[in-house]
Each structure stands twice: as structure tokens, then as C-alpha cells.
């Protein structure tokens, strides 16, 4: 049988190492398998979460040769062969241990935004072509690929300024809802600080739910803010746009 | 309080965070009291947010003669009648009510011409019932009760795993726990504790069931004292994948078969015509996956062992609008585009219909201030769930689980909290750190997977189910001489040094259970009793702790009253 090496990070937040670890490959094996074999053969005490194994609870997210992914869908198969394969964890958040970081960040700027709150005297008539748009941003798996690449948080670090592209997914989810009667565009612009996306799309081209971030929840949600407040990114894009355009 | 340990006082502790402890937990929340919410796992990825097909609610949107008789009438069929009759006609009431409440909390169905929420065929249903969000409905049910928790004002705490329930005289007095990231213990007093902590699907190699699925909140209620119910009754759901190994067991939801899927074999034969030619495909989950089983044992199956289901037939554009994870899941992990080609599929362990026995009013187990709500509950069901009654049992009993849990809690003084449980407890979940040279525990958990795949699964015999209790009991004084390296900080080993018992412990539920049944009858099929007993027909069979053995015993069913007689004589 084949085998493959990885190159697990293991460590904590004071620090760590990559450590070398062989695995025998079986076909259609993907990262989480190998991590599984990994402690159950070799190392009992990885840290790793995952719940589904089929990219649908977003628990697995780790960097695999340097590409932020969810270890569960990605097949060893898909990588070079006979070159060790890199697994370490999200980089934009504080390492637990191993590939497990300390995501609670996020749920701290989830609870700042308010829930759906439906319109007084909603009728719950509405039909598929009002959530056909709204239901994309309800996929999100919470994986957070997305946060971590996002450059606001990775390489600045405005953890306090910045909501991160997962949470304008979810104000997206809740303002385009077609029963819901709260604006949340002051809260986008001050807390969540969507100003501070320059509009890289570096989180879209992670998403592993296809969610088009940038296009379909940044931009329109910038919009409400433009009308409403001043966006100067937007306004450059929007020129460039309209230029083209017309 | 001690340096050992942290202590936390909530009136209704809820152990799990999927959709029944959310359920309970904003409930609880509405009646005043304080709520904990501890689960393994992050908030928002329990087993929940899995649920692909739907949730079965007799809402009548589609079919305007469904209603809470069909409903009820098909729960109890399908559950070969050994349900909790009061339990399945509350769900069949209640469950329209907890869907449109999730709608008003957020959730977003897809819908009907007319602007309602649209519903599916599933198996075992007679109308189309079950309201769906494409194939990602748990997700949904999950994001939108646990938006709704966090702003009410539930405390949660996550990646928290509960070891022990504490007990004061008869009754429940909270529960010991330690945190994942640390190590470090945590004490929870409590006057109800609501067990929401799902299955037990971990026992068994070939799963649907994530890491979580190791029985726990059985294994610890069992241990405090409460009865178990039912425990040999294990769903194998039909369709789970087969290549390539890797994904072996993940489920391929029944949704794929609600839309028209066609199940056939190695010669291309529509084989459901012979087991049950007027349901076929959408025949119950127990005769789908003995079906299956039984062409690929008589050498009808695919190259990997297993049957095709194949919904190539329909539009491609259709196939993507109304499976879309499912088919990616094929294109990313088996390479198959599923609008072309047909899927392998091959059973797969997905759900414990038995679990902690309940009052069907209340969710209130028998040890007093205890509860238990959705997939750790037994009695919805009886002897096979229906696809889509759990996400509905889920809200309905996870409702009433949290509202009584309040209500007890208001009625009864604090408990007190008995230092040496806590004690004892702790130096339990770290006997693995004491010992030196002992097994992997990951290698005492994969053997025992072997034992209950080959001797406790589909199809059973005596000879089997009793060299599996044989080799149980080795596997217990194994688990009981397994360690761990490392430290106490997020370590996998250790965690699985802590729930092997657990594990253990109801598969040995299940074993003993199943052994003495001596018939067939839904899930639980006997080759050395092929036919359903009507004597058996008439019995639960009830599990206890009597002392350090496992008690068992037959308990006769409640008398079904006439107006529920009548409903299910009524046919339609
Ligand atoms: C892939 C898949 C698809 C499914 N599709 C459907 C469907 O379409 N329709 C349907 O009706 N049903 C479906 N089911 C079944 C249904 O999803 C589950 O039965 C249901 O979600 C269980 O919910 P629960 O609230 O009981 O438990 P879960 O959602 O599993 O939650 C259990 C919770 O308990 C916690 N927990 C467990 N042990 C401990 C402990 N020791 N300490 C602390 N916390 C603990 C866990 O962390 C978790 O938070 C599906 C199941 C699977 C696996
Ligand atoms: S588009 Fe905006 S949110 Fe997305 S990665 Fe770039 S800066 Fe961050
Ligand atoms: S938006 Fe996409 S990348 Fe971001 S958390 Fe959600 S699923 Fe993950
Ligand atoms: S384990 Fe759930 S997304 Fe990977």
C-alpha cells in the first residue's frame, strides 16, 4: 500500500513544531483520514476537531500545504504525490493545541448582532423567488475559511473593529430575509466595520459552500451603508463599475 | 469552592446542543429559569446540523388530507407498533405548531406555489410531509435555535464533556464535567438536568454518526439509576456510501430516494419490487436496508458491495437545486456527478430509536429531577423511526423536556452536592493518566466496533449476540487497562479513555436487549425468530442498574386507548 508523509503541527500557544508522521493511503482518502489514523495509531493525543466528515458542520478547517481547507473534503489524491503534505492550524486564530484554535472570537461578534425580528403584522406568505437569494447566505457552515484569509484579520489584526466576511454572510442571511424588520446597517458600519473590506474576494475563494461572499453579501450590504453613510472603497468600485458598464 | 474545580448553579442544566437540547433550553429560558447549555462539540455542530432530508410535520401544504391522524397513524406503523402511543400522538399533534414557530424564530423553508412551506415524500410517510430546506434542513433548524438561545440568555458552555450525573438521595443533583481544552473539572449543580445527548452510532465502524455519537447521556443515566428502554432497537438507515472507504458509512439522504430514486442491483433489476412492491423505494428503513443487505449477501450487489440508487433520470438542474450536498459530496469525495451517474449505497448505522425511558407528558425519566429529550429518549419511535420524525420529536419533546424541567425546578428546594461523587468521578476520567503501559485506547474502541458489526447488526442470532457479550466483558477489562500519553490539554486518547465505558456500556444495552427479544420486528431482526410475536408485540424491554450488574426486564405496553384504536383503524 502506499504510504504518505505529513507534517503535523503540534504544539500549543507558547509554541510548537512540525512533527513527521507516516500514513498509509487508501483510495479516495482525504486529510482527515490520515489526522484519524494519526491518533489512532500514532499519536492518541493529536488535537483535531471534526464532526460530519462530509463538509457539512465546518468543524475541520485547518491549512493543508498552505491553503486554508476543511481537511474532510480535501483528497490526498488531489494533492502532489511523493511530497510531504503540511497540515497546520488557522492562522488567524490563537492556537489551542495542535490544529485546534480558539475560535470563540467569533461567537462573541455573532451575539452583537440582532436576530431576526420578524415585521409587525408579517403575513408568512412568501414564495421561493424571495428566498432563492437569501438562502445562499444560509449555507455558511461556519467553518470560518473565510475569516481566517480575510487580511483585516490575519495581518492587521482588527479583531475589535472588524466583523470578518462570515458575520456580513450572516447580517446578509438576516436583513434580505423576506419577513425580517430591523436594519442592522449602522451596526455593519460601526461595529461589524464593513468599511474596512477593500473587496480582495480572498474569502470567496474559500468558501466551501460557494457562497459568493464578496458579490452577493459584501457589496449589496456596502451598498445599504453607502446609502445611508459614506463608503470610500465602494464609491471607487462603483465607478470603476460603472464605467465599465456603461 | 475548591481550587480543583470551578461550580456553576443553573435551575435546568441542558446536557447537548443539538436541536432537542436548544429546544429545551429556549423553553426553560421562557419559563424564567437560568440554563446551562454543555455540549462536546462548538456550539451549532452537533449531529443536528447534519440533518439533510426534513422534518415531518402534518402541515397539509401539499397534501390537503394529511393531518395528525395519517401522521400518527404511519408513526406507529412504521414503529411496528411498539411506540409509546401517547408520544407518537403528541408529535403528530404538536409537530405543525414547533414548525411554524421555527419559521416565525427565522427559519427559511423552500416553498410552495403559494407561498407556504413545501413539503417532501419520505419513506414510510403517506402524504408528502416533510418540510425541507434543500437538503441542508438541519442546518437551518440549528443556526436558527441557536440564534435564538444566545439572545434570550442561555449560558453555554462549550467543548464541555459531562462524565458523571450527581445524585442527591433519589435524585438528580447536577452532573461532573471537564473542559476539552484543559482538562480541568467542572462542576454543575443543578435541580433538572435535560439529557439531549443524541445516539450511540460510535459503537459500530460503519456510521453516520460523528466522534459525539458514543452514548453518553444513556450510559451516565443508566448509571445514576434511570431505566433504559429499548435498546435493541438500532436503525440502520439503507443508504450510506460504500466507496471509497474513507467515506464508507456517511449518509446519502433518503431525500435522494423522496425525489424519485431508484434503487437497483448488479443486473440492473429494480429489486424492491420483490420485498415491498407497493412502497419500493420509499418502503420503511428497516426493510430498505435488509433489502440491500440481502441481494449484496446473495451475490446481487455492486462492485463494492452495495445496491445503485439512481436519480439521473430527473433533471440535472432539479438534481442540483434539491440535493445540492449531495451532489457534491459524490463529485468531491467519489468522484461520481450524480445527475449522470448511479450512486453505491449500502447500509449504515445511523439511529438509536431506544434510549433513556420517558413519561410522555414530561420527558421526565425515572430517576426524578432527570429528563431526556430526542435521540436519547426512547419511545417516539418504538421499533423503527420514520425519516424526518426525528427532526419534528426533536422540537416537540425537547419543548415539553424543558418546560417541565422549569417547572420542576421552581417546585423543588436546591439539592445538595456530595463531595465524594465529585471525587470519585474525577479520579475515574483520569485512571487512564495513572497507569503506564496499557493499550491504546483507540485500539480497544476499534475492536469493539468489530464485535458489534459482526455479531450485534442487521441480521442476529443467539450464538452471536452471546459470544458478543463474551467478548464484551474482555473488552470492558481492556477499556479498564488502556493509557494515555500527554497531557490533560485537548487530548483525543484521553477523551476516548472516558467514553469507551460509555460505549460499552450500551452496547452492552443493546446486546443484552436484543437477545432477549425473541422475535423480528422492525430494526431488530432475529434470523433464529424470523416473525413478529404478537406475546412480544405487547412488551417494552427495560434495562436498569441493579447494583454492578445490568438488570433486565419485560414491561407491558400501556393499554392503547379506543379513540387511538379507532384512528388506526381508520385507513385511508
Ligand atoms: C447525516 C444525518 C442526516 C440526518 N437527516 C435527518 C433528517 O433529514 N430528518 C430527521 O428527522 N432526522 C435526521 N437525522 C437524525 C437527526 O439528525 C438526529 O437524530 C438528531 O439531530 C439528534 O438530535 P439531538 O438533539 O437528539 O442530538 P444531537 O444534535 O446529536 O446533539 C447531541 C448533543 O449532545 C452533546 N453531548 C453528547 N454527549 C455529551 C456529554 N457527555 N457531555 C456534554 N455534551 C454531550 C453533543 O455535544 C451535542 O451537542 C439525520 C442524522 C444524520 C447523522
Ligand atoms: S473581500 Fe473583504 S471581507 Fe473578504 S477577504 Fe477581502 S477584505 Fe476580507
Ligand atoms: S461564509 Fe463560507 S467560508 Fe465563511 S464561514 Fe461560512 S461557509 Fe465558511
Ligand atoms: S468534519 Fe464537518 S466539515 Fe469537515
Known sequence: ?246 | MSDRFETHEHDVLVVGAGGAGLRAAIEALGQGASVGVVSKSLLGKAHTVMAEGGIAAAMANVDSADGWKPHFRDTMRGGKMLNNWRMAQLHAQEAPERVKELEQWGALFDRTEDGRILQRAFGGHTFRRLCHVGDRTGLEMIRTLQDRGVHMGFDVYMECTIVRLLTDGERCAGALAYWRETGRFVVFKAKSVVMATGGIGKAWPITSNSWEYTGDGMALAYEAGAELMDMEFVQFHPTGMVWPPGVQGILVTEAVRGEGGILRNKNGERFMERYDPKRMELSTRDVVARSIYTEVKEGRGTEHGGAYLDISHKPAEYVKKKLPSMYHQFKELADVDITKGAMEVGPTLHYMMGGIRVEAETAQSSLPGLFAAGEAAAGLHGANRLGGNSLSDLLVFGRRAGLAAAQHAKETPAPNLDEGQITSGESEALSAFQRQGGENPYAVHRDLQKVMQNLVGIFRIREDMEKALVELAKLKERAAHTSIEGSRMFNPGWHMSIELKSMLTVSEAVTRSALMREESRGAHSRIDFPELSPEWGTKNSIIWRDGSAMGLRQDKLAEMPAELKQVLAEDK
Request: hydrophobic content about 35%; overall charge positive; some cysteine.
Open chain 1, 1 to 246: 500500500m502506499a504510504e504518505a508523509l505529513l507534517k503535523v503541527f503540534r504544539g500549543n500557544k507558547d509554541g510548537g513544531q512540525s512533527v513527521e508522521f507516516k500514513v498509509p493511503v487508501a483510495p479516495g482518502m482525504v486529510v482527515l483520514d490520515a489526522l484519524h489514523y494519526i491518533q489512532g495509531h500514532l499519536a492518541p493525543d493529536l488535537a483535531v476537531r471534526w464532526n460530519c466528515k462530509a463538509g457539512k458542520c465546518g468543524s475541520c478547517s485547518a491549512e493543508v500545504n498552505g491553503r486554508p481547507r476543511l481537511t474532510c473534503k480535501t483528497r490526498m489524491d488531489s494533492l502532489p504525490q511523493n511530497e510531504p503534505i503540511t497540515v497546520i492550524p488557522l492562522k488567524t486564530f490563537p492556537v489551542i493545541k495542535d490544529l485546534v484554535t480558539d475560535v470563540s472570537w467569533n461567537y462573541k461578534v455573532n451575539k452583537k448582532i440582532p436576530p431576526f425580528t420578524p415585521k409587525p403584522g408579517a403575513s408568512w406568505k412568501f414564495y421561493q423567488d424571495d428566498v432563492d437569494r437569501v438562502q445562499e447566505f444560509r449555507k455558511c457552515i461556519e467553518c470560518f475559511l473565510c475569516q481566517n484569509v480575510c487580511h483585516v484579520l490575519r495581518d492587521h489584526d482588527k479583531y475589535d473593529q472588524f466583523g470578518g466576511p462570515r458575520f456580513f454572510v450572516r447580517v446578509a442571511g438576516l436583513d434580505m430575509h423576506p419577513m425580517d424588520g430591523v436594519s442592522r446597517t449602522k451596526l455593519l458600519k460601526n461595529d461589524l466595520g464593513i468599511g474596512l473590506c477593500n473587496i480582495t474576494k480572498c474569502c470567496t475563494e474559500v468558501c466551501p459552500e460557494d457562497i459568493h461572499i464578496t458579490d452577493n453579501a459584501i457589496i449589496p450590504l456596502k451598498e445599504r451603508v453607502v446609502d445611508e453613510f459614506y463608503d470610500p472603497v465602494l464609491w471607487i468600485v462603483r465607478e470603476i463599475r460603472g464605467a465599465r458598464e456603461t
